[in-house]
């Protein structure tokens, strides 16, 4: 372990950014969203603090990925979820009918 690495996670810094990045976020954002502040976010995403597990958890959720994701015991970049809120039945099936296409050709 490097000098100032106490205990740290090998590479959940550069996931958190990494992640955050994706989502397209802001520090602030995520900052607030996970009732932290910005610099505290910065220290996580730079590796000179690690979250509880509580924030850690929180942090997963926003970026839609698993802990093990971050926690770098799992290397699979998690597939993104889409939002359907607010489409009627014919903007599902026009959905339901592309994504058909794509799988099949």
Do not use: C, W
Not at 8 to 13: A, C, P, Q, S, V
Not at 94 to 101: E, H, N, P
Request: net charge positive; glycine share 8%.
């Amino acid at each position: 372990m490097k000098r100032g690495q106490r205990g740290t996670i090998g590479g959940l810094d550069d996931r958190l950014k990494n992640s955050r990045h994706k989502a397209k976020l802001t520090r602030n954002q995520v900052a607030e969203q996970v009732g932290i502040s910005s610099s505290t976010l910065a220290d996580y995403e730079i590796g000179h603090r690690q979250p509880s597990l509580p924030v850690l958890v929180s942090l997963a959720e926003i970026y839609n990925v698993t802990t093990d994701y971050l926690l770098g015991r799992d290397n699979t970049i998690p597939f993104y979820t889409l939002d359907i809120t607010n489409l009627n039945d014919a903007q599902l099936d026009a959905i339901r009918q592309i994504i058909q296409v794509m799988k099949h050709g």
